[in-house]
């Protein structure tokens, strides 16, 4: 053990890095839409929040679609042709927004995207306009979301290859960082980049970020066994759990049967996972998507404002940052307290899902000041990530790796159909509410800060429930062997 710990390479955090900046460049290329839509693309396309709605909920539904075979094309292909493909079609598709102005004012005649800006509001022209600039951010958004859809099982697959069970948390909580830092860095350099150059640039420059990762990650990875820069001490290491697992059975290691797509289905574990993922997944997403908008609505400060961007930054700063440590309890149950893996970490997460309920306070505390607002969905979110990073890592700790990337998108279908519907919902109870007014109330607030508070209220109880069902679905450690 000695000899261990003194020779071990670490080049294990060498890769937890390339999947850090891959969910780096997942995020921003999906931040460009919410940070450019209320500012730039809204008075371009005369659009309403139930057209962004329905297209970020759609996009969602394109995503979740995808990630239910896509998991499995990379199991099959393997990790890095699996991770490659998806990290450059959804570059590709990032680039590709870019058109869509351009591509409306052609079908619909204008002469400059100034004067198709010009178009009353409401009227058939502006209404043609809309719908027109609909499909086409539709179309680039499902390819974008066969591409994203890629990341988290590629990522998922690569941390059960290169790290042992008990660490698998924590670096799938650094790599899933990159989500919060993504969405950290995006209101710094998304907004100005749209108001210097055009809300068409942004799409440009961001994605082309992803076509210099995959650079990176050709020359970088390999499997550990094949890697020039594992050594065997490191290998031991990350194989620990396999060793484990044959002294206590005293047989000989077999190679792993892969498990059939449909046979997936049959275990409770699949489901519990898949709760796990439709009753969390959709509060990110909406995050992701209404920061922005909420902070213009309720209190007047757009994205590339200057407080707007300390807004949207605070949030992210305090996810990033929480999240990490908060993804450290698991090993605090599992080698403080001696609990297995898998107790200790629904222990973890029950925790863990006390935390949004700060969500609650959000509205409230906002007729004081907007600060206290991105402070509390600061803290949602950091839960939201650490609750993500141990739900993840219950794939890696109950199903051979084969079908590590295969479940994780079962799952992430489950929670982009949660994603789906409550952008869609929102979309059109936002706009809803505006027009009513007075006529909608809740908790003492009308109007749209009322919807906006419903949501939150939903959002804040969504983990409380996805624990309970998941620990009636599988109440204790139960690893699968096919």
Known sequence: MNKLNQTMSKYRWVICSLLFFATTINYLDRQVLSLTAKEFIYPDFHWTDDDYGMVTAYFSLFYAICTLFVGKFVDWIGTRKGYLWAI?????????????????QNIHGYESLEAMRSVENGSAAALAIASTGVWLFLGCRALLGLGES???????????????????????SLFNAGASVGALVAPLMIPPLAKAFGWEASFIIIGALGFFWMGFFVKMYDKPENSKHVNQAELDYIRQDDAAEIASSNTETKPEKPISFLKCFTYRQTWSFCVGKFFTDGVWWFMLFWAPGYFQDVYGYKASSGTGMLLIMTLYLIVTVLSIFLCKLPNYFVEQKGMETYSGRMRAMLIIAFIPLVGLLAQPL?????????????LVGAGHQAWSANLYSTIGDMFPKSAVATIVGIGTMAGGISSFIINRGSGMFFDYAEKQGAAIQFMGFEGKPAAYFVVFCICG???LIAWSIMKSLVPQYKKIED
């Open 461 to 463: 109880l969504a983990y």
């Open 366 to 378: 906002g007729g004081f000041s907007a600060w206290f607002p991105a402070i509390v969905i600061g």
């Open 150 to 172: 890629g990341n988290f099982p590629a990522a998922i697959k690569v941390t059960a290859e290169y790290f042992p069970k008990k660490d698998r948390a924590f670096a799938t």
């Open 88 to 104: 450059g079609l959804w570059s590709v598709a990032a680039c590709l927004h870019a058109l869509c102005g351009v591509i409306t």
